[in-house]
C-alpha cells in the first residue's frame, strides 16, 4: 500500500505541475523561435500548442499513447522553418519534462521520508515487554 501511496504522489505530482514546467522553458522556446525569425503572433500559436500538447501528454494515463492535441501539431505543415521549430520545441519540452520529473521525485522523496520519520515516532508507542498473561495465552 506505502509503494501505491507513492506512486500516487510521483503521478499526482507530475500531472498538477506539469504547466510550471513548461512556464520554466518558454521563455528559451520563445527566444529560439524569435531567433528562427518567427512572429509574435506565429510564437503565442506554438507556444500555446505545445504547452498543451506537454501538459496532455503529462496526464495520459498510458504513456503509449499520444494525445490529440499532439497529433494536431505533428499534423501541421512540414517546411524547412518547422523542422527548426520542432527541434526547438523538443529540446524545451525535453527540459520541462526533466525539471517535472525531478520535481514529483524530490515530493515523492519528501512524502516517503516523512511516513519513515512517523513511523520511528510511532514505534516507541508500542509496548516494551509481553505482558506475562499474554504470554500465557498465546501458549
Known sequence: ?????????????????????????????????????????AQDTVVQGVRTCFNDSAKQKDASQTPESCKKLEAGPQTPASSVIANTVKDAAKNANTANFIDAFKAAVI???????VTFVLSFLLPRHIRPEALEEAI
Open 111 to 117: 512524502y516517503e521520508g516523512v511516513l519513515i520519520a
Open 1 to 41: 500500500i506505502g509503494i501505491a501511496v507513492i506512486g500516487l504522489v510521483f503521478f499526482g505530482h507530475l500531472s498538477a505541475n506539469s504547466d510550471a514546467s513548461f512556464t520554466s522553458v518558454e521563455p528559451t522556446i520563445r527566444s529560439e523561435l524569435a531567433k528562427a525569425h518567427l512572429p509574435e503572433q
